[in-house]
């Protein structure tokens, strides 16, 4: 009894020693075998509550749903337990900083880190390779982060903001818009993102015209598309500005049935309608300044419904979404759009780190190996995400080269207030999805620019006929001129006056007045191609047609003086010149004409070239303006041209009026017309002087330019013509009229005044030589010879061709 009492406590001693030591054992493998419990893998994120984009208000929650969801997963990572230690970086790279300090050196090991915002996502991308760590992003679309040289380690599960600009570019073309304006807040995201739509548009044939951008204050950057005429205007900015552009579109009346505005699709759907103490505009303003904008946006929710990886449907993710977040309303919960993305990235992670736990064993390695030295398993779990493809409530889940998510594109407008969608874009297709139920304030999409019709001015037709007529009434009478002068060249008062040198002159006129028909064709008459020709035919017919009337007539009163203001010793050689050298002359100023215009036309063509006047508004609210156009014959050096050729004709016509004045008390026989010749060369000098600069000056006014110069030209003919052959056939007639009866007698009564004035000259001049004498008996026998050859002809008038009138008109005198 006694040995049993003292063995007791020994007993209880050993049951105890037995108990603790089972007790070590059972920790001891609880801590060394994996079956036994979950090991943590740890996830560094950063989540912007508040600042520019304040995404981390659904995106957190929208993550922590999808590592509930894995955890609970027995075929994902069944070893390994997924946490998540997050802050708030205020979407501020100076804050993203010093949190991504505390990240890194605070334990545990993080294995991934997961931004959002583009600006801290860069300065964590950057960092991140040297400390070989993946970094996976849910909000941030910077085109910048599409770099693998700068970020070899960076994905991201919402796509880049370059992928809004294929989509833009297909809407652009859709409403043939070539011409649009952009206005961008200054961050890396937008301008890389407006560099990217730059290059893009410029290769579809699409000009950038206006390039706006601002830091804090857009007011002038609004004024500056006000002022350059922007109509169709992408803007890139962040939601809080985006407030303070549209205030400012609203001032300016940068809205309406004549614009459309782009913007990013990601904002809250009721953004323009949250209170902001920064602008000054009510809600009944801001609503009406953004109505009609249309919104790109890349599809972040499943459209179609089917179980992924997380065996949720798109809807269902938003009830237990909108379950987690309480009841609050989906559009002031700052990243409810961008949540399936970061419930996607989770899904897209923990696939990875599970598709890695295989090749990682077969190296002799596990997960919870990874530090910040160790290079394989970041290498194994970059492959891992470069190969991912699953079906999340994003919807399909692939990147590419660069580590950016592939995905459609939804396209949005805002119609009574609220966005409807209106289409997709498939870019990695191509593929354009139209609902056609887009809507506009107008009859349809505006014009992207103000549209400008080009008019061109013609001539007026009544105009054109008019003179017309009259031209070719003087083109019969040139002919009927130069038939007369040529049936009658054997009558001797006809030769007298140098009949070939009066052909030409008809000619000429002829040629001047066809040049009426070509000078009133313009674009409504013929195809502008032709225009050359008929500028030809202008240049041409005016410059010949001058050359022969008039240098037949310079040639006339050329010679006259030529003789008449010699000395005496050589006025006999002289009076005796031969024919030939008057179409010499004439030949030689056609020549040099020629030559000038076929050197023109070698060196320097006339074209057809177009002017443009001041832009005209036509009456009514219309959005168009009126371009009067006016087509002119020139070329490139015209006006060296037409100062060679007008100072050469001024030279011509000046000398020409010298010699009419010094000739016109002269009387000759061999051009017994040189008095009508200085007449018409008097008129059509004083023409050409006027018409020449005053259609210069009137280039731009079709018709009256047209007018000048036509009626100067049929003035100046029908004046020579009238002038030349006129008097010519009523003395040569063979008909007597009452004014042929009246020239004849005329003539006659004058040779026997200037007879009778002889006789009593040579009376009183007894002192006279006797060479006068002789010369003046000579040219009295002459002139009684000419007074016989009259009468003659006055007889057989009188004979054959007496009217009853003028057998009347003798009784009475």
């Not at 997380?310 to 009841?327: A, H």
């Not at 190996?369 to 970059?382: C, G, H, L, S, V």
């Not at 999409?445 to 007026?460: G, K, M, N, Y």
């Not at 006055?794 to 054959?800: A, E, G, M, P």
Request: aromatic letters at 10%; glycine letters at 6%.
């Amino acid at each position: 009894m006694a040995v049993s009492c003292q063995s007791l406590p020994e007993v209880r001693r050993s049951i105890i020693g037995q108990t603790l030591i089972f007790a070590s054992l059972t920790l001891l493998l609880s801590w060394s075998c994996p079956a036994l419990g979950k090991k943590k893998l740890y996830i560094g994120a950063l989540f912007p509550m508040s600042g520019g984009w304040p995404g981390g208000q659904a995106c957190l929650p929208s993550a922590q749903m999808a590592l509930d969801l894995v955890n609970k997963r027995t075929d994902i990572l069944p070893e390994y337990e997924l946490e998540l230690i997050h802050y708030d970086s205020m979407c501020d790279p100076g804050e993203a900083t010093k949190l991504l300090y505390d990240l890194l050196y605070t334990e545990p090991i993080k294995m991934v880190l997961m931004p959002g915002c583009s600006s801290v996502s860069t300065l964590v991308a950057e960092a991140a390779r040297m400390w070989n760590l993946i970094v996976l992003s849910y909000g941030s679309s910077s085109p910048a982060l599409s770099n693998r040289q700068r970020f070899p380690t960076f994905f991201r599960t919402h796509p880049s903001a370059t992928l809004h600009n294929p989509t833009r570019v297909q809407l652009f073309q859709k409403w043939k818009w070539t011409k649009i304006a952009t206005i961008q807040q200054t961050t890396e995201v937008f301008t890389s993102t407006l560099d990217d739509l730059e290059a893009r548009t410029k290769e579809a044939g699409i000009e950038i015209s206006v390039r706006q951008s601002f830091l804090t204050d857009p007011a002038p950057a609004v004024k500056n598309l006000k002022r350059q005429d922007a109509r169709i205007i992408v803007g890139l900015f962040y939601e809080t500005e985006a407030r303070k552009v549209f205030c400012e579109v609203y001032k300016e009346k940068l809205y309406g049935k004549k614009y459309v505005w782009f913007l990013i699709g990601w904002y809250a759907d009721n953004w323009f309608k949250i209170k902001d103490p920064s602008i000054n505009c009510t809600v009944e303003q801001m609503t009406e300044a953004v109505e009609g904008h249309v919104t790109t946006e890349i599809v972040m929710l499943n459209p179609e419904t089917v179980r992924g990886a997380s065996n949720l449907t798109s809807q269902e993710f938003l009830n237990q979404l909108m379950s987690k977040l309480g009841g609050k309303n989906p559009e002031e919960t700052g990243g409810f759009q961008e949540a399936p993305l970061a419930y996607d990235a989770v899904w897209a992670l923990a696939l990875a780190l599970n598709k890695t736990v295989g090749p990682l064993k077969a190296k002799g390695r596990r997960l919870e190996d990874f530090n910040y030295n160790n290079r394989d398993i970041t290498a194994e779990i970059y492959r891992a995400l470069n190969t991912s493809s699953f079906e999340g409530v994003s919807g399909h889940v692939v990147f590419d080269a660069q580590g950016s998510r592939m995905a459609w594109t939804l396209i949005e407008q805002l119609q009574g207030g609220s966005y409807k969608k209106i289409g997709y874009f498939d870019s990695t297709k191509g593929n354009l999805s139209w609902y056609g139920n887009d809507k506009w304030i107008g009859p349809g999409p505006p014009a992207d620019q103000t549209v400008v019709i080009e008019v061109f001015r013609f001539l007026s037709q009544k105009l054109f006929v008019s003179v017309s007529v009259f031209a070719g009434l003087g083109i019969l009478l040139g002919i009927v001129c130069l038939t007369f002068n040529i049936y009658n060249s054997n009558v001797r008062y006809i030769q007298n006056s140098q009949p070939y040198l009066n052909n030409m002159t008809a000619v000429g006129c002829m040629m001047a007045l066809a040049a009426v028909f070509p000078l009133g064709l313009d674009g409504h008459h013929i195809h502008r191609k032709q225009f050359p020709v008929v500028c030809q035919f202008r240049l041409w017919l005016l410059g010949l047609g001058f050359s022969l009337a008039y240098g037949s007539m310079f040639t006339k009163i050329w010679w006259v003086h030529t003789v008449f203001t010699k000395k005496d010793d050589k006025k006999e050689k002289r009076k005796h010149l031969e024919p030939w050298k008057l179409y010499a002359t004439v030949g030689v100023l056609l020549v040099i004409d020629v030559l000038s215009l076929m050197i023109w036309q070698i060196v320097d063509p006339l074209h057809i070239t177009v002017e443009k006047f001041v832009r005209e508004a036509p009456k009514g609210d219309l959005d168009v303006l009126i371009q009067p156009l006016l087509e002119h014959c020139s070329s490139d050096k015209m006006n060296t041209w037409l100062g060679v050729v007008y100072g050469y004709k001024g030279l011509l016509l000046l000398l020409g009026i010298f010699l009419a004045y010094e000739t016109k008390s002269i009387s000759t026989e061999k051009i017994n017309d040189h008095r009508a010749v200085g007449m018409a060369i008097y008129n059509v000098s004083v023409l050409c002087m006027i018409t020449a600069p005053v259609t210069m000056i009137l280039s731009s006014q079709q018709d009256a330019s047209f007018a000048f110069a036509s009626l100067a030209i049929v003035f100046s003919v029908y004046i020579t013509l009238v002038v030349l052959f006129v008097p010519k056939s009523v003395t040569t007639v063979p008909v007597l009229t009452f004014w042929g009866l009246y020239s004849i007698m005329r003539r006659l009564i004058t040779r026997g005044e200037w007879q009778s004035d002889t006789q009593e000259t040579m009376k009183t001049q007894g002192s006279s030589t006797n060479n006068n004498d002789e010369e003046k008996s000579r040219q009295l026998e002459r002139e009684n010879k000419e007074l016989q050859k009259i009468i003659q002809e006055v007889q057989v008038l009188f004979c054959t061709s007496l009217s009853t009138d003028s057998r009347q008109f003798l009784r009475t005198y």
